[in-house]
């Protein structure tokens, strides 16, 4: 996928930061780049092998408006980003929390799904968190440096226990047993209606793809301890955050 000159030069922006994990002033330049162009920088930096599914991000419509968008965004998830162990604090740039549900998908989602498939198509949930992690200093980003920055996709873990119903009610997080985050699971909207939009965006869904739905609580700064995350009906402790 070939980058034009513009789309070059914030892909470099973006590629240093990760490396170096030094964040970036977001805002500052118009860098010639559209939203098109944002997600071939973000297929550009992310086109490693590993891929294994996507996140969906900035689901609420106020967020979408705050943006200058009408619709979610989306960011590629990788193998390597799967945390199956303890989170280390020193392997982001500025990590942030949020507790999530994901789908893994039992079937292929084609382009042109309807919600009916889509319902036939999820395999079970998971109750989860995403671990953000932007090279845009204190998150403080546009439409087109997010998407192409991977939509902040940092990590993610996911809970031992398969979940053949969606989770009720509210996710709450906690750390070290203190609520740090917490929010509505009916913020998410509807999962088979997202599934199709996904699907149709990015060309259709593989089985065994796994997708996280965005989380309806607000993210918070991560930091050492014990982290968990809980659902109306389901207790899942998580792992450990080590600086």
């Given at each position: 996928m070939n980058l034009?000159?513009?789309?070059?030069?914030l892909a470099g922006v973006i590629g240093e930061a990760r490396r170096n994990r030094t964040p970036v002033s977001g805002r500052t330049r118009q860098w010639d780049v559209d939203?098109?162009?944002?997600?071939?920088?973000?297929?550009?930096?992310?086109?490693?092998?590993?891929?294994?599914?996507?996140?969906?991000?900035?689901?609420?419509?106020?967020?979408q408006t705050q943006m200058g968008l009408n619709q979610p965004i989306y960011g590629h998830l990788r193998r390597s980003m799967w945390i199956e162990g303890e989170i280390g604090l020193r392997d982001f740039i500025q990590p942030r929390l949020e507790p999530e549900i994901a789908v893994v998908l039992r079937k292929a989602l084609?382009?042109?799904?309807?919600?009916?498939?889509?319902?036939?198509?999820?395999?079970?949930?998971?109750?989860?968190?995403?671990?953000?992690?932007?090279?845009?200093?204190?998150?403080?980003?546009?439409?087109?440096?997010?998407?192409a920055d991977n939509a902040s996709a940092g990590a993610f873990l996911l809970g031992n226990c398969l979940l053949e119903a969606m989770p009720s009610g509210s996710l709450h997080l906690y750390l070290n047993g203190v609520l740090?985050?917490?929010?509505?699971?009916?913020?998410?909207?509807n999962i088979e209606e997202?599934?199709?939009w996904l699907a149709r965006t990015v060309g259709g869904l593989q089985a065994g793809q796994i997708v996280l739905l965005g989380s309806p609580a607000q993210a918070v700064p991560a930091e050492a301890g014990?982290?968990?995350?809980?659902?109306?009906?389901?207790?899942?402790?998580?792992?450990?955050?080590?600086e």
């Open positions: 034009n000159a513009a789309e070059q030069a939203i098109i162009g944002a997600y071939r920088i973000q297929h550009h930096l992310q086109r490693q092998s590993d891929g294994i599914g996507y996140k969906l991000g900035l689901i609420s419509p106020a967020k084609p382009a042109e799904a309807e919600p009916g498939m889509a319902a036939h198509a999820i395999g079970g949930y998971f109750l989860g968190v995403e671990v953000l992690d932007s090279v845009w200093a204190d998150y403080h980003f546009s439409a087109v440096e997010v998407i740090r985050s917490e929010g509505s699971v009916d913020a998410l909207g997202r599934l199709c014990v982290l968990e995350v809980r659902s109306a009906n389901h207790h899942l402790v998580l792992t450990k955050v080590n």
